[in-house]
Each structure stands twice: as C-alpha cells, then as structure tokens.
C-alpha cells in the first residue's frame, strides 16, 4: 500500500469531494422536476381509503375512545375496562 501526503490527499479529496456534491445536486435537481410515477395509483387508493373509513364510521359519533380509557385519570392497558361519563 502506498502512503500519501497529507497536503496531497487534502487537495485532491476536497477537489473529488465538491465534484460528487456539484454531481448529487444535478441528479437530484433532475429527479425532482420529474412527475412522480405512483400519483394516480396513490389518488385512487387514497379515495378508496376515505371511502372504507366513511362506510366503517369509526370516529363519528359521541367521540372515538379506545374501550377503557377515559381520559386524564382514567385506565387504559392491563386495567379493568371502565365505564365512561
């Protein structure tokens, strides 16, 4: 193996450093002003998402609460279920 100089390893380093930046940036630039590939496929799933939580109805109604939790002071986890107010 082949020991460099410190000073020439720095130069070239931070020449070959700023390089792979500059290079990063312009792909990246390039990647985001492309469409993105999944939007209709992310629209349609999105919908038929809203329309199972409308035709479950799980949070409409008094309120959601996980069974046994009453809020501040009340018991959730390993606790006995208890009645809300």
Do not use: W
């Amino acid at each position: 193996m082949r020991c460099k100089n410190l000073e020439e390893v720095a130069a070239n380093g931070g020449t070959n450093a700023s390089a792979k930046r500059a290079k990063r940036i312009f792909d990246l630039q390039v990647q985001n002003s492309q469409p993105f590939e999944y939007e209709q496929r992310l629209a349609e799933l999105s919908q038929r998402q809203n329309e199972i939580e409308e035709a479950l109805d799980l949070t409409k109604g008094t309120g959601f609460r996980p069974i046994g939790f009453c809020g501040s002071g009340g018991h959730f986890g390993n606790a006995e279920p208890v009645a809300c107010n």
